[in-house]
């Protein structure tokens, strides 16, 4: 009733039910993406924004290997028409970005 004209899809929404499902998940990876999905409204982008928090915040330790090892260290793009990134590269660069404070560099 505060925000009448709100969609349920929507940014304020989203963000408390990934709040949410994180204090629920709490350093477990799997329950705070289930968690959110239950949730539902926009449970897909949701789930993806608490998931990617959780393990930026717990790292591959609270992550149980059904999560990636499927993939076998590669995933699909069409970013750049590079059509497969390796997974562990992805990681190295974006640790690297975060160590730099988030500055590009040369």
């Known amino acids: 009733a505060r925000y009448p004209g709100m969609n349920n899809v ?9 709040i949410f499902a994180l204090a629920l998940g709490k350093r477990d990876i799997g329950k705070t993406i289930a968690n959110a999905v239950a949730m ?24 149980d290997v059904h999560w ?19 997974i562990t590269d992805l990681l190295g660069r974006f640790e690297k970005f975060a160590l730099q404070g988030g500055k590009i560099q040369g």
């Open 40 to 63: 539902a409204h926009d449970c897909d982008c949701t789930a993806a924004t608490a998931g990617s928090v959780a393990g930026a915040c717990y790292g591959m330790d609270c992550l």
């Open 10 to 18: 929507h940014t304020i929404n989203n963000a408390c039910l990934t």
């Open 68 to 86: 990636y090892k499927p993939f076998g260290d590669t995933v699909g793009s069409y970013f750049n028409g590079k059509p497969e990134y390796s």
